[in-house]
């Protein structure tokens, strides 16, 4: 991992607090509903980066406060959905039971959908294994 990371830029530290993502969740499904897709992203990169490289608590929130900074959202606006703990709590938990109920329960899980067939990775894989499944599914797309 620390190989793979060092290749991409990526520097790991491995010594960060283990922690529940729960209020991470709920903030990134609120703006990514609020701002798009691209406001998430933005966010998840700034928890990864955070978590991943400086050890942050990734629900913590100084460390919320700062994705949603580093996504372009006033601070005075993330505040108010990271303090209040029910917002987007319970659309967070059906989510959760959904992906549950389709036999998810751990990450990464990656569902590529396919012409005929689904296919899904579950845990780190290595690139060659994404790439047959790609091709596969180019394949029974044609």
Do not use: C, W
Not at 13 to 35: P, S, Y
Not at 44 to 73: H, V, W
């Amino acid at each position: 991992m620390t190989a793979y990371g060092e290749s991409a830029g990526i520097k790991f530290k491995f010594g960060g607090t283990m922690a529940n993502t729960l209020d991470a969740h709920r903030v990134i499904q609120h703006f990514q509903e609020e701002k798009g897709a691209e406001t998430a992203d933005k966010i998840i990169n700034s928890l990864y980066s955070q978590f991943f490289e400086n050890e942050r608590n990734p629900s913590s929130q100084e460390t919320l406060l700062k994705a949603t900074s580093d996504a372009g959202i006033p601070e005075d606006e993330a505040k108010v959905v990271i303090e209040d703990k029910n917002e987007g709590l319970m659309d967070v938990k059906a989510l959760i039971r959904e992906q549950a109920s389709n036999g998810v329960d751990s990450v990464p899980t990656i569902i590529f959908e396919g012409k005929r067939r689904d296919f899904t990775l579950i845990g780190a894989k290595d690139v060659e294994e994404y790439e047959k499944v790609l091709h596969q599914v180019a394949k029974e797309s044609k």
